[in-house]
């Protein structure tokens, strides 16, 4: 799987681009409010960064760099960030997911840190979801899933 | 906490679902499984009095107000389809727990109740939303979880089982997608109730009737309507038995629910019945469906098919129901949603007890059931009579209230097709007892013995319950006939 050691350009340009596609991915995902981006696209950016990193280095490097094991949890913990946050605006006495009960005094900044923690579950929940795809794919009839 | 109800019944499993794929453990699963659909059924009665005697509840998620945030909006209704769903799944829950370790290989057990509480919070969140494009994202929930729940199944036949499903499934649920988009781009609103007040202006439009089309159409794969159902006999055949005893419950009722709120309440009756020939056109495959169904589950000597191809059959009694276009319709194709889902669980309950002790779901194995397992066997005959509709029973409530429904109509042929339908399932039962009574066990299966005390559990409560809607019928009967005219009501 893992490249001849003479595709130097590849192996180089990949080292070089791995770190900033993943600064890219957690700026596209806190700058959602902002601007163009959020969860789903940063989770995507950031999960192409490891994808990137298994095709030039191979399955068994990536899976180094993040255990299938860890993403197993990951994937449910977004979610339950997600929703959490919802239940916290619950017992904070307002309907699910209004997030003007985080900050009264500031509806704006609750709905702010709101927005940033729902999206910061669907980032963590698209990526391992990702990543994951991509190991039970590329590594079908070799390990257990 | 009694306002965030409605909220709650949804987000019960949905919160349970990543907490049991975390835990990995078969036990705390079943256990999270069990908590989950005893929560969202306690919290949908609840609702349920909350809304007969106090009218609709609406919730406002993220407290936006509708028609500009996504709404929960309870009445009689889906009230009354999401009681029946919860108490479904907590009724399977009992016998999951033996079935699923006898038909599940143990690492994968947990992800079967993460995914079965991910198709539970799916199918509720159809029936609590009030918003059309909600009604898709949970369409979806469930349909994935269903896909891969259906993947578990004990042979590798399930795996096309599911992948058949996938594909129908993809193609029903676009073309609502597709539909309710239509709806949006004529209406510029997703909430049902905004839709269903801007929409008689655009009853001419052409972008109208082709969601119509398109909505009904991707629907009738959900429901499994004849010709529609090719995905449903070997989805149901090939599944692990507590996946079929919930899904043949559940699934196909709640896509019968969102056919009667799109056509009653969102479209509105004048278009999809009086402008659009839905209604006859529903009849029609209905009626082709009853006898169809009845007919090829006669033939099989699968039990699990043969409980399948039945269930094809009562689709088009609900179908039918609905598709008369009237509040008597409405009422008696809900009555049949809850008759046939308590009638129908049953009896692939039986079947998947059969399977845990003689391991076949050849009709074979049926022999000489009633000396082998007694109590089982008279659960069989119980929820068998149920389905027939035999007075006293769940099924001829139901069965009851339709006939009524299409006399007041003068649907001749279609109540004829009716009974006659009723009369072949005569003989698909018949033919089960005739097996269990008269026939000499097949000493070649070995049996392990044991019916899990679960699995007695979710049985008896099973046949009671048909046996208790046939005697005590006035409450449901009652809050059925509130949904029908509630959904008429709406949609003026």
Redesign the interface.
């Known amino acids: 799987m893992a490249l001849q050691h003479d595709q130097v350009v590849l192996r180089i340009v990949t080292k070089l681009l791995a770190p900033l596609i993943m600064v890219f991915g957690l700026y596209v995902q806190f700058h959602g409010d902002f601007g163009p981006g959020g969860g789903f696209q940063a989770g995507v950016i950031f999960a192409s960064a490891v994808i990137l990193y298994g095709l030039v280095f191979g399955l068994d490097a990536a899976r180094a760099v993040i255990p299938p094991r860890t993403l197993?949890?990951l994937?449910?913990?977004g979610?339950?960030l997600y929703?959490?946050t919802?239940?916290l605006t619950?017992l904070l006495g307002?309907?699910?997911?209004?997030?003007?009960a985080i900050d009264p005094a500031h509806p704006a900044k609750g709905q702010h840190y709101g927005i940033l923690a729902v999206e910061l579950g669907v980032g963590i929940t698209v990526a391992s979801v990702m990543m994951l795809l991509f190991f039970a794919f590329a590594g079908r009839g070799k390990v257990k899933a | 906490m009694m306002q965030?109800a409605p909220?709650l019944i949804v987000?019960i499993p949905?919160?349970l679902?990543?907490?049991v794929?975390?835990l990995r453990s078969p036990g705390a699963g079943w256990a999270l499984f069990t908590a989950g659909a005893a929560g969202s059924f306690a919290l949908s009665i609840l609702v349920l009095e909350q809304v007969w005697s106090g009218g609709v509840v609406s919730?406002?998620?993220?407290?936006w107000v509708p028609p500009f945030g996504i709404e929960y909006r309870i009445d009689l209704a889906n009230g009354l389809v999401l009681a029946v769903v919860s108490g479904i799944a907590l009724l399977v829950a009992p016998f999951a727990r033996a079935s699923v370790a006898h038909e599940i290989s143990e690492p994968r057990q947990y992800l079967f109740y993460?995914c079965m509480l991910l198709c539970l919070c799916g199918l509720l969140g159809i029936a609590a939303t009030g918003d059309a494009f909600n009604v898709f994202v949970f369409l979806e929930i469930s349909s994935l979880s269903a896909y891969g729940l259906i993947a578990m199944g004990r042979s590798r036949r399930a795996l096309l089982a599911s992948f058949q499903y996938l594909v129908m499934g993809t193609v029903g649920g676009t073309f609502l997608l597709i539909g309710i988009g239509l709806l949006y781009a004529v209406t510029g609103t997703l909430n049902m109730a905004d839709i269903a007040e801007r929409l008689p202006a655009t009853y001419d439009s052409r972008v109208t009737h082709a969601a119509v089309a398109f909505i009904f159409v991707g629907l009738s794969i959900k429901v499994a309507l004849f010709p529609l159902h090719q995905w449903l006999p070997s989805a149901y055949a090939e599944a692990p038995s507590a996946v079929t005893a919930f899904m043949a419950a559940t699934a196909t009722k709640v896509a019968a629910y969102a056919m009667l709120r799109f056509a009653d309440t969102v479209l509105g009756e004048a278009l999809v019945f009086e402008q659009l020939p839905v209604g006859e056109i529903g009849v029609l495959l209905a009626c082709v469906a009853m006898i169809a169904g009845s007919l090829v589950a006669i033939f099989q000597q699968d039990l699990k098919l043969l409980l399948a191809y039945s269930s094809l059959a009562q689709i088009g009694y609900i179908v039918l129901g609905i598709a008369l276009g009237t509040a008597d319709g409405a009422s008696a194709g809900l009555l049949h949603v809850v008759a046939h889902a308590v009638v129908k669980c049953g009896l692939f309950v039986v079947a998947g007890v059969v399977i845990y002790r003689l391991g076949s779901e050849r009709l074979d194995a049926l022999n000489g059931l009633a000396l082998r397992m007694p109590g089982v066997f008279a659960a069989l005959v119980i929820c068998g009579m149920g389905l027939v509709g035999v007075p006293a029973t769940a099924g001829f409530v139901s069965k009851w209230a339709l006939l009524q429904a299409l006399i007041a109509e003068q649907a001749w042929v279609a109540a004829f097709t009716m009974l006659g339908s009723s009369l072949m399932a005569v003989i698909y039962i018949g033919v089960l007892i005739e097996r269990a009574v008269f026939r000499a066990p097949d000493t070649s299966l070995s049996d392990t013995g044991i019916t899990p005390l679960g699995a007695k559990l979710s049985l008896a409560a099973l046949a009671v319950l048909t046996v208790l809607i046939g005697l005590w019928s006035d409450p449901i009967a009652q809050i059925a006939n509130g949904a029908g005219a509630g959904l008429f009501e709406a949609g003026r």
């Open positions: 197993r949890l994937a449910p913990l979610v339950l929703a959490g919802g239940v619950l307002e309907n699910f997911l209004s997030y003007n | 965030h909220a987000l949905m919160l679902a990543p907490l794929a975390m919730y406002a998620m993220g407290g993460a």
